[in-house]
T-cell receptor, first 111, second 115 residues
Framework: DAKTTQPPSMDCAEGRAANLPCNHSTISGNEYVYWYRQIHSQGPQYIIH???NNETNEMASLIITEDRKSSTLILPHATLRDTAVYYCIVRVEAAGNKLTFGGGTRVLVKP | NAGVTQTPKFQVLKTGQSMTLQCAQDMNHEYMSWYRQDPGMGLRLIHY???????DQGEVPNGYNVSRSTTEDFPLRLLSAAPSQTSVYFCASSYSGTGDTDTQYFGPGTRLTVL
């Protein structure tokens, strides 16, 4: 699986959009971009994933650049409960259930 | 559905002791896996299974054994506990490892301390 690079930490104001960048410059054509988050002491939680097109669900939006070398996870209206470590993971479609976690971005949402 | 359940939530062992961490899911998922998370680190894959009777090693398998006799259960065995195995252990399951809908569901974790 391709390696990803994320900033180690970032702060966000409550109610504002949080934009979390991820660099995956060595991504291959059959590799998906997945985002998970881990709230303190809990198991990771799936957020969203995509291949080429931008994706949106009830939790977040995922913007993937045209060359697919980077992506941004957008939390449209951050709340205090969004404080967590966010992991950007790149994996092939047929990778089975293997996820390779990096260091992630520690997001602190402030009132 | 209860989702993915893990027992125990906390465990303290002495060096050399053995134990089994339990993991169960009631979602009829084929894929199950075990991860460990050391303080301040991301999760690392220990073992995984693509179905009953089939298991394989992940990134850090040494010191751990697994078996998958049923679809629902995927226990992790520590044969002879060592202080280096002090960690938080997470079990995960997913419906399928192929296609673009492979969302993994994680359990609440087991916090293990080896003295």
């Amino acid at each position: 699986d391709a390696k990803t690079t994320q900033p180690p930490s970032m702060d966000c104001a409550e109610g504002r959009a949080a934009n979390l960048p991820c660099n995956h410059s060595t991504i291959s054509g059959n590799e998906y971009v997945y985002w998970y988050r881990q709230i303190h002491s809990q198991g990771p939680q799936y957020i969203i994933h995509g291949l080429k097109n931008n994706e949106t669900n009830e939790m977040a939006s995922l913007i993937i650049t045209e060359d697919r070398k980077s992506s941004t996870l957008i939390l449209p209206h951050a709340t205090l409960r969004d404080t967590a470590v966010y992991y950007c993971i790149v994996r092939v479609e047929a990778a089975g259930n293997k996820l390779t976690f990096g260091g992630g971005t520690r997001v602190l949402v402030k009132p | 559905n209860a989702g993915v359940t893990q027992t125990p939530k906390f465990q303290v062992l002495k060096t050399g002791q053995s134990m089994t961490l339990q993991c169960a899911q009631d979602m009829n998922h084929e894929y199950m896996s075990w991860y460990r998370q050391d303080p301040g680190m991301g999760l690392r894959l220990i073992h995984y299974s693509v179905g009953a009777g089939i298991t394989d090693q992940g990134e850090v398998p040494n010191g751990y054994n697994v078996s998958r006799s049923t679809t629902e259960d995927f226990p992790l065995r520590l044969l002879s506990a060592a202080p280096s195995q002090t960690s938080v252990y997470f079990c995960a399951s997913s419906y399928s490892g192929t296609g673009d809908t492979d969302t993994q569901y994680f359990g609440p974790g087991t916090r293990l301390t080896v003295l």
